[in-house]
């Protein structure tokens, strides 16, 4: 072993040097690795949803919601129209119309959120609802959507403008329910794949409520030149 200060050659195992007299250092002490750092560990936190993402999820789960509506409203409007108009039919056809509409919007956003987390819009868009509050999933879904009655007043004015100065861009049934919708990272094939279903959906009621209620489809202008 050589003396770090001096350079002399010494005896393996001697405590200091013969020559300058000041210690060596310990052979375990070579043969010991480097004691690790601890490292660092970047945890990636969850991106909430834009809300101009949100807009454009909740207005794909409308146009969903509406064309699979209409196959029943087809079978239902068979009926009305061998009944006269009224004032009375049409008023209760307007009753009728927003009870529906308000209960299949409920249902739709709760059996999709309680069984996936996310609704068909908010998955082609990659956005998923994060659970923050420990209660079970039907529970958060049930609290989050019976407080979309009055986020969606004045054409969802109010929720937009609580998300909006929300950190986390968390409308009124998102506080409430301990919820936020964040990005999920995904691959573009899953996605096109999502829309083809969306698609798919909306021209297969659109075309069965067709079939079910022919006179319910409109009627095109004939063009003059066929008259002739």
Known sequence: MFCPWCGV????GEPQCFVCKKSLPSPDAERLPPRP??????????????IGDRMLALFFD?????SLLAIPASLIASYWNQVSPRISSILWRSISVSAVLVIAIFVYHLGFEAAFGSTLGKAIFGLR????????????????????????????LIG??????????QRLGDHMAKTVVV???GHWA??????????AAIGGSLWYSGYLCPACLPSLPTPRLLHL
Request: aromatic share 6%.
């Open 183 to 185: 990005v999920v990272p």
């Open 160 to 169: 937009f403008l609580v998300a909006f100065f929300s950190p986390r861009r």
């Open 9 to 12: 050659k010494n005896d393996p």
């Open 37 to 50: 750092r601890p490292a660092t560990v970047a945890v990636a936190a969850d991106v909430p949803g834009s």
């Open 62 to 66: 409308r146009i969903l919601l509406v």
């Open 129 to 156: 609802i994060r659970n923050e509050g420990g209660r079970s999933r039907l529970a958060t879904a049930a609290i989050r959507n019976a407080a979309r009655v009055i986020d969606s007043l004045l054409l969802y």
């Open 190 to 199: 899953a996605r096109a794949g999502l829309l083809l279903l969306w698609l």
